[in-house]
């Protein structure tokens, strides 16, 4: 008897609103804990490098949870995580990490810009809350990761070596983006560049140990490199573009169009590995031999949904950059005013007391 079992490819599960929500969330992390590890270790008032990188987080932390609630297709089913909460689930926790998150940065960004405006150190409020949005941020690290790695019907994604893979990834955007941000500021260049350079490495590291292991998750991922070697070349090319670059860059000061040039590759080693992880993994077969096709859309699920959030993002980062640049205007010129209101009442004061001397003497 022949008997014949039919199969028919399966829809894209996951969306490339999953994959902006990943990149974004993964800066937003990575900027709090460089923001964090700056005012633990050296707690100065005026940091360039804390400000900057909680600024950055700032952008990143209002990207990231728009992308997510457009991912779940529905707006509504926000609401079932906190009517309807499962402690078994990792989403359900991420419903309570993420606010606490966003709220937690947020506070700590006002905090820091109030205590730079008005040159109070505020250290204590300034550390208890980077601590918080430290905790916070690993929170967040260990949902998004988990919630994808437990996953045993995608093979490449059931891995423990995959949250602090997709970490990593986004923590080497960091010190080239600073380097952009300050980039009126050359000095910080060398530093950023030695913390990028060991970011690589232990990057490198960790594919290492996740690629040669003997489980499920390794053997998938060999495979489908082995199928597909542009796909994977592509990430080891940009890691090796970027490691020569931090390398000339910690001996040397780099041009604003170098240092231009390296953050545009580690935003695109960071957002191709999520791509690639995310949304080409889901192409391959799970129950079946057969593949599922994907090919993406021009509309709100597929390329404009990638071009509006970096759009966004662009614009929250003009529109933070030149709040905060409006508002130290403001600070200092009220600053000048009452330095000159100050020095007059001096004037007055001591010409009147030069006057009664006068008279008195007369």
């Known amino acids: 008897m022949i008997r014949e079992i039919l199969a028919r490819p399966q829809d894209i599960a996951w969306l490339p609103w999953a994959v902006q929500y990943f990149f974004f969330i993964g800066l937003a992390c990575s900027g709090v804990l460089f ?19 909680l600024m950055l987080a700032v952008t990143a932390v209002v990207v990231a949870p728009l992308a997510l609630n457009a991912d779940l297709h529905q707006p509504a089913r926000v609401w079932h995580f906190y009517a309807h909460f499962t402690p ?13 998150f966003t709220l937690l940065v947020l ?15 505020l250290d204590r409020v300034l550390t208890g809350l980077a601590w918080l949005c430290g905790f916070s941020a690993v929170s967040i690290l260990l949902y998004t990761g988990r919630e994808v790695s437990i996953l045993r019907a995608q093979p490449v994604w059931f891995s423990l070596w995959l949250p602090l893979f ?7 955007t960091i010190p080239p983006l600073l380097a952009t941000w300050l980039w009126r500021e050359p000095q910080y260049q060398a530093a950023l560049a030695r913390w990028q350079f060991i970011n690589l490495v232990l990057l490198a590291l960790v ?6 292991g003997d489980n499920a998750s390794a053997q998938a991922l ?16 940009l890691w090796l573009l970027l490691l020569a670059m931090a390398l000339v860059n910690w001996k040397k000061t780099l041009s604003s169009w170098v240092v231009v040039a390296q953050v545009l590759a580690a935003l695109t ?3 191709s590995v999520r791509w690639l992880l995310l949304m080409h993994t889901q192409t391959l077969p799970k129950y079946n031999v057969l593949a599922n096709p994907y090919s993406l859309p021009l509309g709100s699920e597929g390329l404009l949904a990638v071009i509006g959030t970096f759009g966004l993002w662009v614009a929250v980062i003009i529109a933070t950059r030149e709040g905060v640049r409006w508002l130290e205007q403001q600070f200092s010129s009220e600053k ?3 330095s000159e209101k100050t020095v007059s009442s001096e004037k007055t004061v001591s010409g009147e007391k030069t006057e009664e001397g006068e008279m008195h003497h007369g």
């Open 207 to 212: 594919t290492v140990l996740w690629v040669s």
């Open 269 to 271: 080693l960071c957002w």
């Open 166 to 172: 997709i970490f990593l990834t986004a923590w080497q």
């Open 107 to 121: 506070f700590y960004f006002l905090a820091l810009t109030y205590s730079r405006l008005r040159a109070k150190p």
């Open 336 to 338: 000048i005013v009452s």
């Open 222 to 237: 060999r495979h489908w490199a082995a199928g597909a070697q542009a796909l994977a070349a592509f990430p080891v090319v």
């Open 35 to 53: 923001a964090c590890w700056q005012r633990v270790s050296s707690r100065h008032q005026q940091n360039p490098l804390e400000f900057a990188a």
């Open 88 to 100: 078994w689930s990792w989403m359900s926790w991420g419903s309570l990490f993420l606010p606490l």
